[in-house]
């Protein structure tokens, strides 16, 4: 599940979001679900696991997703916190686009025609 030689991760809800972000990245990019909830076991081994990386955190703009990035400030001070924007609600309804846009404002590379579909 988890590629140690790569240098960035990005910390997302759901695999929907797992895969369109996938498809929007061009870089070598972990991207990990919580699948909405994180246990604490599960949330240690992310701690060791990304001490040494990169993180970015890229989640919905609802209630579930606030309440994971205050999880996440608090466990990773160090993140990145990416914001879509509230009209869309959820990452996996976001067009191309937007995220893309998102996406090259925190340094990750993403192929250019989802940049040009806007």
């Given at each position: 599940m988890m590629n140690s030689y790569v240098d960035?991760?990005?910390i997302v809800e759901g695999k929907s979001?797992?895969?369109?972000v996938t498809k929007i990245v061009k870089e070598p990019?972990?991207?990990i679900c919580t699948n909405g909830t994180i246990s604490h076991t599960k949330l240690?081994?992310?701690i060791e696991f990304l001490d040494d990386?990169?993180?970015y955190i890229l989640v919905d703009a609802d209630e579930a997703g606030e309440r994971l990035r205050k999880l996440f400030k608090r466990e990773f001070p160090n993140?990145?916190?990416?914001y879509i924007d509230r009209m869309y609600r959820e990452v996996a309804t976001a067009p191309v686009h937007h995220l893309a846009t998102v996406l090259i404002g925190a340094n990750i590379d993403v192929h250019t025609e989802f940049l040009e579909m806007g």
């Amino acid at each position: 599940m988890m590629n140690s030689y790569v240098d960035k991760v990005l910390i997302v809800e759901g695999k929907s979001d797992k895969n369109k972000v996938t498809k929007i990245v061009k870089e070598p990019v972990e991207i990990i679900c919580t699948n909405g909830t994180i246990s604490h076991t599960k949330l240690d081994e992310w701690i060791e696991f990304l001490d040494d990386k990169d993180v970015y955190i890229l989640v919905d703009a609802d209630e579930a997703g606030e309440r994971l990035r205050k999880l996440f400030k608090r466990e990773f001070p160090n993140a990145e916190h990416l914001y879509i924007d509230r009209m869309y609600r959820e990452v996996a309804t976001a067009p191309v686009h937007h995220l893309a846009t998102v996406l090259i404002g925190a340094n990750i590379d993403v192929h250019t025609e989802f940049l040009e579909m806007g």
